[in-house]
């Protein structure tokens, strides 16, 4: 048969009355029987009409959610035998209806989640970013003084130079000093340049929707980048915020073929959670502590290992095994989206196989370790 549907309001379908009134239709003799359930008799949507019906509710906890029928095109073709065995095919219909309707309610909640989740994510990139202006901005802020400086300087080394070529005779030597000097001046622009270039790089890799693509990364050089931005994102949030940063990078770490904004982002989120934890603790204690950041990078055979170590007050021990769970924070409501690190242990490990992990003691410190395969 085709498919088809029957409204509710067709009082003289078998299929309705056995819907509304939650009993069997169990026919032998159409055209005898049919008055027990209807008052007339309703031509078939398709085929012939038959002779003998069954029809049964199907109930799913005490609530009728459909009918089952079987049809035969005889009369009396149905026995006590063949009503249990559609009884037990409709219990097993109710079954399979109920269990397709909560796994589509369960995919439709799935899908909710999955697009909450997303929009959070980025809420969480952008606010992360936002943090990150300042420290940016001072970054973005030197090698622009540095340009502006020597473009000043260029500019009264021009005048020089024109003077000596106007000047009888000219003098050769002075305006071969002078055109040196442009040349280092022009060199320097350039450096800064491209160091500013290269932070508004950084800036538009860590606000991308989505992750890039792959390519070699030096890693030494994003911790170092990274430890700046954080460091000066703090300061600007907190003017009175300070600690003492010290690096081991090992040179033969050498570059990694990563996807260099989520690499960058763990590494900004955990040294920005370090810079936050220390800084929390010189509130705490005063002029009694000195914050302390320690940065290492080290290269083995088979991976590259970061590990980042502050001396703020630890992690507590019932907050050990929460630490990665996705919207588990310890700062205070407003301060932390509580996806730092859940997405930092997404990246490391289901990216990249990687590990990550972290030792701490309470009061004392709190150190991560990242292993990266090479």
């Not at 359930?37 to 078939?44: E, K, L, M, R, S």
């Not at 006590?80 to 269990?99: G, K, Q, V």
């Not at 989640?113 to 980025?122: A, E, G, S, Y």
């Not at 989120?269 to 502590?289: L, Q, T």
Request: contains cysteine; proline residues 4%; aromatic residues 8%.
């Amino acid at each position: 048969l085709p498919a088809f549907s029957i409204p509710l309001t067709h009082e003289n379908r078998l299929a309705v009355w056995c819907f509304k009134n939650q009993k069997e239709v169990v026919i032998n003799d159409y055209a005898r029987d049919f008055s027990k359930f209807v008052g007339n008799i309703t031509a078939p949507i398709a085929g012939e009409t038959p002779e003998s019906i069954l029809y049964l509710p199907l109930w799913s906890k005490d609530k009728v959610i459909g009918v089952i029928s079987a049809q035969s095109l005889s009369k009396n073709a149905y026995t006590d035998y063949h009503l249990n065995i559609l009884r037990n095919l409709a219990t097993y219909c109710a079954i399979a209806l109920e269990n397709a309707a909560a796994y589509r309610q369960v995919n439709e909640l799935l899908t909710d989640l999955k697009t909450t989740q997303d929009k959070l994510i980025t809420q969480s990139k952008f606010a992360a970013l936002g943090a990150l202006t300042a420290g940016i901005a001072h970054e973005i802020k030197n090698p622009l003084n540095f340009v502006n400086n020597f473009a000043e300087l260029t500019e009264g080394l021009v005048k020089e130079l024109e003077a000596e070529i106007s000047s009888e005779p000219a003098d050769k030597d002075a305006i071969l000093d002078i055109l040196k000097t442009l040349q280092q001046n022009s060199a320097k622009i350039k450096e800064h340049g491209q160091r500013a270039d290269s932070i508004v790089r950084s800036m538009l890799q860590h606000s991308r929707g989505k992750s890039g693509e792959r390519q070699l990364t030096d890693i030494n050089a994003m911790l170092a980048e990274d430890i700046n931005l954080a460091y000066h994102g703090m300061r600007a949030q907190d003017n009175t915020f300070n600690v003492k940063i010290e690096t081991e990078l090992d040179p033969n770490v050498g570059k990694l073929e990563v996807v260099p904004q989520d690499i960058s982002r763990v590494f900004l989120n955990i040294i920005s959670n370090a810079c936050y934890e220390v800084h929390r603790k010189k509130m705490s204690i005063g002029d009694g502590f000195s914050p302390l950041l320690t940065v290492k990078s080290r290269n083995h055979a088979d991976e590259i290992v970061i590990s980042i170590r502050d001396n703020g007050q630890g992690i507590p021990e019932t907050m050990r095994e929460k630490i990665f769970t996705p919207f588990f924070t310890t700062k205070p409501t407003g301060q932390g989206t509580g996806l730092g690190l859940s997405i930092s242990y997404e990246i490391i490990v289901h990216e990249n196989n990687g590990q990550i992990t972290f030792v701490t003691e309470e009061g004392k410190f709190t150190e991560f370790i990242i292993r990266l395969p090479k």
